[in-house]
């Protein structure tokens, strides 16, 4: 039986230590429920908890102030990635009609 390789580093030295899978290049020690949890929380989700996948199309569901602008409710947000990090809150970006690319954040969208 060959063992799932290793989901931090990716390599595959993993060992089974009881329930455990361990991966001895990066010590991580992990099994099928941890990962499961892990791919939970890792769920990005907008203002009303549906799954906001990479290249999602999304409506605005609240007026935002940009500078003198303000993007109006119900505007399309198109294109939508995933940020890696969160830069000053804002989780994703995606583009909108007379405004370009925008950093925007995941509670003031929904998911088409
Ligand atoms: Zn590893």
Redesign the pocket.
């Known amino acids: 039986m060959s063992l799932p390789n ?6 595959s ?2 060992y089974e230590d009881g329930h455990l899978y361990v ?6 020690e992990w099994t099928e429920e941890s990962l499961k949890a892990e791919e939970e929380a890792s769920i990005l989700r907008d203002s009303v908890g549906n799954e906001i996948y990479e290249g999602a199309d999304a409506t605005i569901i609240q007026d935002l102030k940009l500078g003198s602008d303000t993007i109006k409710r119900g505007a399309k947000v198109k294109g939508i990635q995933i940020l890696d990090k969160e830069v000053n809150g804002h989780d994703i970006q995606g583009k909108i009609d007379g405004f370009g690319n925008l950093l925007l954040k995941s509670s003031v969208i929904k998911v088409r």
């Not at 290793?6 to 390599?11: A, I, R, T, V, Y």
């Open positions: 290793c989901p931090k580093c990716g390599e030295y993993t991966c001895p290049m990066c010590f991580y």
